[in-house]
């Protein structure tokens, strides 16, 4: 058998700072990839004439798709990942740096264990100008403190989301299996529990990206304000968290019940169990500003008594602590 086709799927949308640093890492690989195809989702500035100036100089294939209206990061990620070609499928972001022995290491994966559908790496958290940040991409993402907790993959994508596209790879008939992409997940978090249910993942504990954060912060303040003013932005501060919280919970409930509806048939009994345990238990949370605060509060308990924050929630403590304190001081203020 002959070494596996590898193919780079990328998606750009205005990426004319970064984006010739990535295709060049892209082309120096220690192994070499075999085509890089590019979805632009209506970029303005000069991200495309860079990108075909840097491609054109190597001696990969390649190709840029420029979609005629913007589909968003997850169609335009399923788009371009039909035009490859490739057994193998890497999904690339715009503005990162891979390492020269990325695809090396994650083709080896792959190739040792042909039951594997997806690996997923971590990475170097670095700032605009590629300088490492504090902690890792998968600290950031909390699968360091969540991988040794659940008996298998799909107990642990149960809790939330921890594979990065940036730092994965995946087989072809892992695309074809669940596409098109769901609306709702996001498209590296729906490869990832599609690989959970119908095979195997690997994690690579290698670094293997520079993956690049982007600094926006936003202050602001004002001096002498009234009591009123005072008492208002404390209001304001606590119904943002209760938003938070509840948009926590009723994302959690509406991607549960589209996978549940999707591929409940495909599910292992305990699978489908579980998974409609997971919609009943985001459902009852997502309602807890309508109950009394007597109500929200023996709902919380119950649902630590069940261990549904440790099952359903990445951060499952603070989860809880969240709702009791938000939603009992949000009630108490109505």
């Known amino acids: ?44 500035d000069a991200t495309l004439e860079i990108a075909e100036r840097t491609l054109s100089q190597s001696s990969v294939d390649w190709k840029i798709i420029r979609n005629e209206k913007n589909l968003g990061y997850r169609k335009n990620f399923e788009n371009v990942i039909r035009h490859t070609r490739g057994e193998i499928v890497f999904l690339c972001d715009q503005d990162d740096v891979w390492l020269p022995e990325k695809t090396e290491v994650m083709m080896s994966v792959m190739e040792e264990d042909p039951s594997c559908l997806l690996a997923f790496s ?53 695309f074809e299996m669940c596409a098109p992409f769901s609306e709702i997940w996001v498209h590296d978090g729906w490869l990832a529990i599609h690989a959970a249910l119908y095979g195997s993942l690997k994690d690579v504990p290698e670094k293997l990206v520079y993956y690049r954060q982007h600094e926006k912060n936003q202050i602001g303040a004002s001096a002498n304000q009234s009591l009123t003013d005072k008492v208002s932005a404390k209001l304001r501060v606590l119904k943002a968290g209760v938003d938070e919280q509840i948009l926590l919970h009723t994302g959690s409930r509406d991607r549960w019940m589209e996978f549940y509806r999707l591929r409940k048939n495909d599910m292992p009994d305990a699978v489908r169990k579980k998974a409609a345990t997971a919609v009943r238990v985001h459902q009852k949370l997502s309602r807890l500003p309508e109950y009394s605060l007597l109500k929200s509060i023996k709902t919380v308990r119950y649902c630590k008594k069940k261990g549904y924050y440790t099952a359903f929630y990445k951060r499952g403590k603070g989860c809880m602590y969240g709702d009791m304190l938000f939603l009992s001081a949000y009630q108490k203020a109505k």
């Open 122 to 174: 971590d990475a170097f958290l670095t700032d605009g100008n590629l300088n490492i940040k504090e902690g890792s991409l998968w600290d950031a993402v909390c699968y360091n403190e969540n991988k040794g907790r659940f008996d298998n993959w799909m107990d642990l994508f149960f809790s939330g989301y921890y594979v990065t596209g940036a730092a994965c790879c995946f087989r072809r008939e892992l």
């Open 1 to 44: 058998m002959g070494a596996c086709r590898i193919s780079v799927a990328m998606c750009t949308y205005n990426g004319e700072k970064y984006i010739e640093e990535q295709i060049t890492s892209i082309l120096n690989q220690n192994r070499p990839v075999d085509e890089i195809v590019i979805g632009d989702d209506g970029s303005v």
